[in-house]
Structure formats: C-alpha cells, structure tokens
C-alpha cells in the first residue's frame, strides 16, 4: 500500500542525494502541495475523453445531512478534480439509488424534459452539490426502483453518501496521509512514481506560491546533510 508520506520521503531522499543547492529549501509542504497538483493533471489528462473513473481515485465523506434551500437541497464539500459529466462526485440515497449529478446547464435543460425532469437529480455549482428529489408517480416508470421511496427518503431523511476525487486529499478531515492509501488507482500511481523519479527542485520550488496550510513545514535543507529540522 503506497500512502502520500511515503512519495513524500521518496522525494526527500532524491534531495537527500544531494539535488537541492545550499541555499535552497525546500519543505514537506512544498512537496505534498506538488503531489497534489501533479495527481490531480493526471487524473485529468487520464480521463478527460469520458474513460471510467477508478474506486480508487474517490475519497468518502460517509453519510451526510444535506440542508434544504430553495426548491433542493445542498452540502458543501471541498474542491473536486473536474472530470467530464462532473463524473468526480458521487451522491448515493441509503436505498443505493445513485442521484445522477450533473453541470448546471445540463440540469436546467434535464428539469424542461417531459420524463427526466421528474427524476432525482443534481449539479455541482462550485464546490456545493444540489439535490432535487423527484415528482410525480414515478414508481410506473421503473417499477425495479421504486422511485417514490426514494423520493419520500430524499424528502423526510435528506441524508446521502458522498464520495468525491477531491483535489486535495488533505480536505478530508477524516484522512491520515501517513497511513491511508493514497487516493490514485495503481496504473496512475506507476506513473506518478516515474515522474517522481524525473522531477527536478524547480520543479517543487514552484508550488511555494500555492501551497496549501495542511501537514508539516518541517524543513530540509541540503548542507544538513539529510536531516530533517
């Protein structure tokens, strides 16, 4: 199991070999701020052309309690990668009935058809989800589903399950990066190691104006001979 710690002491130990300069620094958070930017083109280079989305690239915000506004319900999550189809973010009801989330201009168009606009459905604006529970006699429509319970359980629990390709796996409270399982399906991984391998520290050094405020800022530095501070 690859988690981020340890690409984040891969990289460090190619600084340790001596390809940072004396004056330069460069820290754990530059680093996992580049394996950030880095797993998120991949993702989206990966499956920009509407390939199916791994397991593997989805982080769970469990079961959730969305609020209810105005004519729907909405939760907020952290930043996504945006794939084709907003196929980044998943929202299942407790039936297992999964709310087909969509961009917004798809939606308003999806509300004006005759059949569709009667279903479950959402869209991603920002980084809030918004979920409209169906209308109308829908169990005829598919009697498998059962689409006014799941209509009665939007309505009267509001609750759902989230997962989401998040763009940094950090955002999610509930994640450890030095023990869980980096979120990238192993074919993707491969390839992030091997650029790993061919990174350079300006490479690193470019992220400084971007970083993020998660993890720690411990420090290495070249003529310290590979410890960290």
């Known amino acids: 199991m690859e988690t981020e710690a340890s690409l984040v002491y891969q990289l460090l130990d190619q600084i340790r070999g001596g390809r940072l300069n004396t ?13 950030r930017d880095k797993r998120s ?10 390939l199916t989305v791994t397991e593997d690239e989805f982080q769970s915000y469990g079961v959730v309690e969305f609020t209810f506004g105005t004519n729907s319900y909405f939760y907020d999550v952290s930043p996504v990668v945006r ?8 929202v299942y009801t407790s039936t297992g009935y999964s709310v087909p989330i969509m961009r917004k201009s798809d939606y308003r168009r999806a509300l004006k058809n005759s059949t569709f606009g009667n279903l479950p459905m959402g869209y991603l604006e920002g980084s809030r989800i918004y979920v409209k529970a169906g209308s109308g006699n829908l169990d005829n429509m598919d009697s498998g589903i059962g689409l ?10 509001k609750t759902f399950e989230v997962e989401a390709i998040l763009f940094d796996p950090s955002s999610l409270s509930t994640y450890d990066w030095t023990s869980d399982p980096y979120p990238l399906n192993p074919s993707l991984l ?7 391998k061919r990174t350079d520290l300006a490479a690193i050094l470019q992220t400084k104006e971007d970083e993020i405020t998660n ?7 070249y003529h310290d001979k590979g410890k960290i501070q």
């Open 41 to 50: 083109s991949l993702i989206q280079s990966t499956y920009k052309n509407g």
């Open 83 to 90: 794939l084709l189809g907003n196929s980044g973010i998943k």
């Open 148 to 157: 006014d319970n799941i209509n009665d359980h939007i309505t009267n629990n």
């Open 215 to 221: 993890g720690s800022s411990d420090t290495l530095r």
């Open 23 to 35: 004056d330069e620094v460069v820290t754990e958070r530059d680093i996992r701020s580049y394996l």
């Open 190 to 196: 491969s390839k992030l190691k091997e650029s790993i």
